[in-house]
T-cell receptor, first 112, second 116 residues
Framework: AQSVTQLDSQVPVFEEAPVELRCNYSSSVSVYLFWYVQYPNQGLQLLLKYLSGSTLVKGINGFEAEFNKSQTSFHLRKPSVHISDTAEYFCAGQGGSEKLVFGKGTKLTVNP | NAGVMQNPRHLVRRRGQEARLRCSPMKGHSHVYWYRQLPEEGLKFMVYLQKENIIDESGMPKERFSAEFPKEGPSILRIQQVVRGDSAAYFC??????????????FGPGTRLTVL
């Protein structure tokens, strides 16, 4: 079965600290991979996507992610977070059909 | 260019009532997807529609749920005889006509359904 696993349900960090949000995927969803951000009571906004080519993908708001086929991972990173990055982050995969398969989400809380 | 629009944004229903959720895709988009987000869960795919066609409904509950995307007007997700377990956020996404490569889905703000 297709699956995407986000290993941390909550990640608290201090402002200006680096952060990594972890995501692992099953090989059946590895065709395309995405990270979305959801601010409270809002819809999902695409942060970045991996389709092919370079394994390091840069997205909006200073985020980046690295596709690692041998470890079946697609971790999201930011070198220095802001208070405004507080949100829930979802990793998703798409393979073989149009539907997206989402992880359960990671709530990032940035503290002053 | 307006994004994906969903209404209502919040919907309260009593058990046994019907809920109708609407989704207007982005201009020029002919494909619509519905996802459900239960509390403390990620989004789960429900159904994928083109105009007047259901392409994939593998994520739809077998009973009480239906979806349509008519030739004119918005896509509708209909839940009959709602139960408390239907309380969730329902998100719609749209994409343009599929091509040989990747087809990005653009998400609406969601409808938050509360069943009392």
């Amino acid at each position: 079965a297709q699956s995407v696993t986000q290993l941390d349900s909550q990640v608290p960090v201090f402002e200006e600290a680096p952060v990594e949000l972890r995501c692992n995927y099953s090989s059946s969803v590895s065709v395309y991979l995405f990270w979305y951000v959801q601010y409270p009571n809002q819809g999902l906004q695409l942060l970045l996507k991996y389709l092919s080519g370079s394994t390091l993908v840069k997205g909006i708001n200073g985020f980046e992610a690295e596709f690692n086929k041998s470890q079946t991972s697609f971790h999201l990173r930011k070198p220095s977070v802001h208070i405004s990055d507080t949100a829930e982050y979802f990793c998703a995969g798409q393979g073989g059909s149009e539907k997206l398969v989402f992880g359960k989400g990671t709530k990032l809380t940035v503290n002053p | 260019n307006a994004g994906v629009m969903q209404n209502p944004r919040h919907l309260v229903r009593r058990r046994g009532q019907e809920a109708r959720l609407r989704c207007s895709p982005m201009k020029g988009h002919s494909h619509v997807y519905w996802y459900r987000q239960l509390p403390e869960e990620g989004l789960k795919f429900m159904v994928y529609l083109q105009k007047e066609n259901i392409i994939d409904e593998s994520g739809m509950p077998k009973e009480r749920f239906s979806a349509e995307f008519p030739k004119e007007g918005p896509s509708i997700l209909r839940i009959q005889q709602v139960v408390r377990g239907d309380s969730a956020a329902y998100f719609c996404a749209s994409s343009p006509r599929p091509s040989q490569t990747y087809n990005e889905q653009f998400f609406g703000p969601g409808t938050r359904l509360t069943v009392l």
